[in-house]
């Protein structure tokens, strides 16, 4: 390991130890895992927990690129970086002197290297052979036929294989590259020295978070995107406020941009630049190459095991089972989303359904990411261009850190969160976050999508203030926002004024057996079916006001109307058609509605009067509406015809046929 030092002699004992004995191979194996990755590690280990003999084989160095060249080593510079910048950056915080605050680039870089090392442990060869079982093998791995692996000379039977090898750097074919010199992933984190001029070339996550990183360590750095912005994927307005702040810490992002050539010229490397049309040369000290990534299938023996491969890597099924049905591939040889979380949660896949018969889908997944620069940027799901393309109709909402409050107070504004719902529901299908810690933040969207969990269990979820999170809240009230229709509105407020005591009117309810359809005339009167078969008047007292005309027919089974209505008509039913009249009689009703959704009235209802003319009841209901968040509690008195014995024996009647119930 460069540097020689003794974090990475600490390192190399973990990932390649020296004088590693390989054992014999132990029989038939359960699963040949190739590759000891994030993929590969986390099939070995939960195939081996679950009790399969398991051989494990790895070719350079255990842990793979995201414990050697990825995600440890460029967190532990990032995390550096960005505390070198808010103590350069504290004066608005009242700290004097941040502007002179010194810095040492090796300490930097010594402390991510005994960071990693002293992580090493988790995923060193001694860990998987004596503490979780599993034999190890340190050597070129390679299919010699359809269920055998060769390594050291040594012949490895299979059941099941899972190919996990992972991926590289790409480097793009630009003539002169190779001469002059390049930087990738697998090489800068043994840099001692600071480059003082860093040409970057790709404006993807990693070519980003280096280029900030480099940046705030002291690095005149030029970052060059082929693309229109930086982060071609994210949204535009996500991928500006990432440009903004890059060049307020002076990095020179030239969008647009394709480099031709490089030479050696002296002591700078030059590289030969078409932008917008226009010739350009940008000199550098070094220049780091962050231009994609590409599979390392070469070889694996893939044609002897009858294994499919393209420019893509190994071909898979939705299963992650290859051309060979022993064989399975994880991680990014095969897969689009080149994550570490991805390349885990494949392999957890992978182990189903190869050792037990399992058809778990990889397109099933619901798979974050996040850009580490400064801001984050963070995504799960479609962003709204996508869901446009399948013909997903889509509403977008999106509240500025501006407007959350510990935001302000960490002076830490420069984002935003978003959600993309599917359009009239509360379906969450995407969402972005764009700050410090949208990383973090993102979780919550991702629990949502994964459990199919609607924006309204976000908006009932209590979140604690002031955190940067109430973001998420306050999107969750945005869409609630939404869903108060100016006719809704109208509606609550003709409520409320009732319960003010306001002016009330008089409107008539007409019943028909076997009659759905609701009407609404001058005279506000609306027809709904019942099992009565008689007309009847039910008086109810409303509020007086225009807004009663303008109801559409479904307002019928709706909020106001389906107030009164259900909890008198199904508590009183049984009455009516039984006949019965007792003085003092009481029930007591939970009625669970349709529509709207969520409401639920319960109700009490007790015989005041009997006479030669009619039967008055006394209601006293309670509803519960999602639309209101909080009940209501009104008392009111219903008038009905008494019926004569011949209607009563109709009812009896259509009840002897199970005739449907009525609404409700």
């Not at 442990?121 to 093998?137: I, M, N, P, T, W």
């Not at 639920?600 to 209601?619: F, H, L, N, S």
Request: net charge neutral; glycine share 10%.
């Amino acid at each position: 390991m460069v540097p020689d030092t003794p974090e990475n002699r600490e390192l190399g004992n973990n990932v390649r130890p020296e004088g590693w004995a390989n054992p014999q191979p132990a029989g038939r194996y359960n699963l040949v895992v190739i590759g000891a990755g994030t993929a590969g590690l986390v099939c070995a280990a939960g195939a081996a927990g679950l009790g399969a003999r398991v051989a494990l084989v790895e070719r350079h160095l255990m842990g793979g690129d995201c414990l050697n060249y990825g995600c440890v080593p460029s967190k532990g510079i990032i995390r550096a970086a960005r505390a070198l910048s808010d103590a350069r950056n504290g004066a608005r915080f009242g700290i004097r002197g941040g502007e002179a605050v010194g810095f040492d680039f090796r300490a930097a870089m010594e402390r991510m290297r005994r960071l990693r090392s002293s992580l090493s442990r988790h995923d060193s060869a001694q860990r998987f052979r004596d503490e979780l079982g599993v034999d190890v093998f340190i050597g070129e791995g390679r299919f010699v036929a359809r269920d055998r692996v060769a390594v050291d000379g040594r012949e490895l039977s299979f059941a099941k294989a899972a190919i996990c090898t992972g991926g590289r750097a790409a480097a793009p074919s630009i003539p002169g590259l190779a001469e002059a010199g390049y930087l990738t992933n697998e090489t800068v984190f043994s840099l001692t020295e600071l480059p003082p001029r860093l040409a970057v070339i790709g404006g993807g996550p990693m070519g980003c978070e280096l280029a900030q990183a480099f940046s705030r360590f002291g690095s005149r750095v030029t970052l060059i995107q082929a693309a229109p912005q930086a982060l071609a994927r994210e949204d535009r307005d996500a991928a500006d406020i990432l440009h903004s702040v890059l060049a307020r810490e002076g990095i020179d992002l030239w969008t647009g941009a394709h480099v031709l050539a490089v030479e050696q010229r002296g002591s700078d490397k030059v590289l030969h630049v078409e932008r917008e049309g226009a010739a350009a040369e940008v000199a550098a000290d070094a220049i780091l190459v962050a231009a994609g990534r590409a599979p390392n299938v070469e070889g694996l023996g893939l044609e002897a095991a009858g294994v499919a491969c393209g420019p893509e890597g190994v071909a898979i099924s939705d299963t992650l089972q290859t051309s060979n049905p022993r064989i399975y591939a994880a991680g990014d040889c095969c897969f689009p989303f080149k994550f570490t979380h991805t390349a885990d949660a494949l392999a957890r896949i992978l182990i189903a359904n190869a050792l037990f018969m399992g058809r778990q889908k990889a397109s099933a997944l619901t798979i974050p990411w996040c850009t580490y620069t400064d801001p984050e940027i963070a995504h799960v799901g479609l962003y709204e261009r996508d869901a446009r393309e399948k013909g997903i109709p889509v509403a977008t909402l999106t509240v500025p850190l501006a407007e959350v409050d510990r935001a302000v107070l960490d002076g830490e504004t420069d984002g935003f969160a978003r959600v993309h719902l599917r359009a009239g529901t509360d379906r969450i299908i995407g969402a972005t976050i764009v700050a410090r810690h949208a990383g973090e933040m993102i979780n919550e969207f991702s629990l949502a999508i994964t459990n199919n969990l609607g924006l309204g269990a976000v908006a009932r979820t209590i979140h604690p203030y002031p955190t940067q999170a109430e973001a998420i809240k306050k999107l969750a009230d945005a869409h609630n926002r939404t869903r108060l229709t100016p006719f809704l509105k109208r509606v609550l407020e003709g409520w409320l004024r009732w319960q003010r005591g306001g002016q009330v009117t008089r409107i008539i309810h007409r019943t028909r057996r076997n009659t759905m359809k609701t009407t609404l005339t001058a005279g506000l009167e609306h027809t709904f079916s019942y099992l009565v078969p008689r007309e009847k008047t039910v008086p109810f007292l409303y509020p007086e006001s225009d807004l009663f005309r303008e109801m559409p027919e479904v307002f019928a089974t709706g909020f106001m109307v389906g107030f009164m209505e259900w909890a008198c008509m199904e508590a009183l039913r049984p009455y009516l058609d039984e006949g019965e009249r007792t003085l003092g009689t009481m029930i007591n009703v939970t009625h669970q509605a349709a529509t709207p959704p969520g409401m639920e009235v319960t109700a009490r209802v007790r015989c005041i009067q009997v006479d030669g003319k009619r039967t008055v009841w006394e209601i006293e209901a309670r509803d519960e509406v999602d639309v209101i968040g909080t009940g209501t509690h009104e008392r009111v008195t219903v008038s009905l015809d008494r019926f004569s014995d011949r209607v009563a024996a109709k009812g009896q009647a259509a009840r002897d046929r199970k005739a449907p119930a009525g609404r409700g």
